[in-house]
Every structure is written in C-alpha cells, then in structure tokens.
C-alpha cells in the first residue's frame, strides 16, 4: 500500500472508531513504518496491537532493550504518551502524566494513575495523597528531585479517580515498560492495589502483597498501600512504615552512598 492509501485507510478507521464508540479502538498495527528501525519501533510501540497487559509489558521491555529501540529515552516516551490516544482515557485528559524524578533511580514509585490535581498540572502524585508520598518517601531519604522516579501505571486521568480499566493498563503498559527498561532503578515501590496488582500480574488484595518483596524483572519490587488509603485510614500507617523501613534496608544493601545517607541523620 502507498503512504497515501496508508493515510486514507487510517482515517476511515479513525472516522469509524469516533462514529462507533467515541474514542480510538487498538487494533493490529497496520502502518507502514517509514524512517528506519528507530521510527519503526516508536510508531509500533504508540500504536500497538491489543494485546493483554502482561504480553504488552514483555513486548515493551524487550523493544526498549533491544536494537530498533537503542536510541529510546525518557524524552521520547513522554512525547510518544503525550500524543498518545490508544485508550478512552486520552480524549478526557487536560494533560497526560508521564512520571517525573532522576535517570538511574534509587527507587521507583509506582501509582495507578493521575488524580485531579496531577491531570491539571501535568505532574504525578501533586495533591493531598502526593504531599503525603514525599513525607513517606524522606523519611527514608528519597526524593523526587534527587534519587526517586514517581510515575503511574496509566498515564491519563481515570474519570472520577475509578480504577484503570484491564484495557487502559494494557494500552499504557508499553510505556511504562520502557520507563522501567530505561530507568534501571535499584528497587521499585507499587503504592496500591492496582500498581502492585499489574506488575505482579496478581489478583490478591493490596493486604496479601504487601510487607515483602517480589520481583519485577529480576528487581526488586515491594508493594505497600496507596497514600490515599493511609488519608483514609489511620490505622494503615503502621504497616506501610514497616514497608518503608524494609525498602530503606534493600536500598542500604545495594547502594553504600544511600546507607551512608540513612546513617548520618539516626538519632
Ligand atoms: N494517585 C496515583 O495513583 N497517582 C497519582 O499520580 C496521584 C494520585
């Protein structure tokens, strides 16, 4: 097929979507990729195929290592979420909410999605349940501006705080697979049943998951309540302080920088 026809076929496919169900449909990618392996592998990624979440976080990561995606960055996975319209949740942000924090992370944290506040700033984890975050996360010496990244399973707001839908996660899950493949963090932190439910691939409850590390990918990943839960529920605090002080640990095992740092400020 020529680019034109290619362009025709799309829109009509487009025009389809909008007219059957309001926003763009996944669909088996059908685009002639132009512009060398590297293009190639951008285009695939922000268009892909709908496949369940967990095969979309393989695909994501193994794109992300491998050849067509040697030159992907941090920069470029934001753009390709900002123009980003796989999903219904596209057409209903103000802005989309790629993650923010350092290259090479001590730690990842991971929420489920952007809230109010974060829709309409553009940041993650900036409201009530964010202010709370960066209290937990300096009580153990991390920091979004200095060894921390902080993203979110899906990248636009869920319409009124719900749970991602199965198939806003998978629409999403590729970009945050690259997010993880680029950032090589040391440890990551899932706040919340959905976080820790989508990279464990699990159905157990926030409850069972939490208080001891799994593994994504061969990295450590540790699952604890969601801010918003402890806002809600006092009584939660205690057992995500245990989780905290067990990432503190892990971290203090791997980095002697980090542990030098959690040393100096012990009463
Ligand atoms: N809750 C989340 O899970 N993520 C945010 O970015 C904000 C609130």
């Not at 990618?29 to 369940?52: M, Q, W």
């Amino acid at each position: 097929m020529t680019t034109e026809l290619t362009l025709i076929a799309d829109f009509l496919e487009l025009a389809g979507d909008y007219l059957d169900r309001g926003y763009r449909r996944e669909r088996q990618n059908t685009v002639i990729l132009e512009g060398g392996p590297e293009l190639a592998g951008r285009v695939e990624l922000t268009r892909s195929p709908n496949l369940a979440g967990d095969q979309e976080f393989t695909r994501g990561a193994e794109l992300a290592r491998g050849q067509e995606l040697a030159g992907d960055s941090l920069e470029r996975v934001s753009s390709d979420i900002a123009a980003c319209s796989a999903c219904g949740l596209a057409a209903l942000r103000n802005r989309a909410v790629p993650g923010e924090g350092v290259q090479n992370p001590l730690a990842l944290v991971i929420g489920e999605g952007p809230g109010a506040d974060e829709d309409r700033e553009g940041r993650p984890f900036v409201g009530p349940a964010g202010q709370l975050l960066d209290l937990m996360l300096a009580s153990i010496k991390l920091f979004r501006d200095k060894n921390c990244f902080i993203a979110n399973v899906v990248k636009c707001r869920p319409p009124h705080n719900r749970d991602p839908l199965p198939e806003e996660s998978a629409a999403c899950a590729s970009f945050l697979a690259r997010q993880i493949a680029l950032l090589k963090p040391r440890a990551i932190l899932c706040v919340g049943r959905v976080a820790a439910q989508v990279l464990l691939k699990s159905s157990e409850g926030i409850g069972r998951l939490r208080g001891q590390f799994a593994e994504y990918q061969g990295i450590p990943l540790l699952p604890t309540y969601h801010p918003s839960a402890l806002l809600r529920d006092q009584s939660l605090k205690r057992p995500a302080w245990e989780d905290l002080k067990l990432l503190k640990e892990k971290l203090a095992g791997l980095d002697p920088v980090y542990a030098g740092e959690c040393r100096e400020t012990r009463p």
